[in-house]
């Protein structure tokens, strides 16, 4: 995320404050929790949107890579946060160790603790311009 179109940031920046404020709301009425739960829920949908819809950045050339890696991760909690990084890594790993060139490999869960999603992809990258 770290390459990613000013419109696209702004976007990002509004939900981060808007999502901060849900979590103090909850902090300051815990009699709403659920329903502010429920929100938090509805905003995660529209996180995963928002990093959808982003124009990709203008790249130069790039080395194709024999592997590549996306993961995401959401939690409540530090905690959570490092458990589910575990599990993930516990998962990727046995993907690693059967993983085959040119494969794509999807890995997911979700649960109390929160969610994660990867996708490791095998194999160099195809070079389609001319030379």
């Known amino acids: 995320m770290e390459h990613v179109d000013d419109l696209t940031r702004?976007?990002?920046?509004?939900w981060q404050l808007?999502?901060?404020e849900i979590k103090d709301q909850m902090a300051a009425q815990p009699e709403r929790m659920l329903e502010l739960?429920?929100?938090?829920?509805?905003?995660?949908?529209?996180?995963?949107?928002i990093l959808g819809e982003?124009?990709?950045?203008?790249?130069?050339s790039e080395p194709a890579a024999a592997l590549a890696l996306q993961l995401n991760v959401a939690a409540s909690s530090v905690r959570d946060l490092r458990k589910l990084l575990e599990l993930a890594l516990h998962e990727l790993?046995?993907?690693?160790?059967?993983?085959?060139?040119?494969?794509?490999?999807?890995?997911d869960m979700s649960g109390s603790l929160g969610a994660y999603r990867f996708e490791l992809v095998t194999g160099d990258t195809p070079d389609t311009g001319a030379v």
Request: hydrophobic share 30%; charged share 30%; proline share 9%.
């Open 37 to 49: 739960s429920q929100v938090l829920d509805q905003m995660e949908e529209e996180h995963e949107r």
């Open 18 to 20: 808007r999502r901060l």
């Open 10 to 14: 702004h976007k990002i920046r509004e």
């Open 93 to 107: 790993e046995g993907v690693l160790d059967a993983q085959q060139p040119g494969n794509s490999y999807p890995g």
């Open 54 to 60: 982003a124009a990709p950045p203008a790249v130069a």
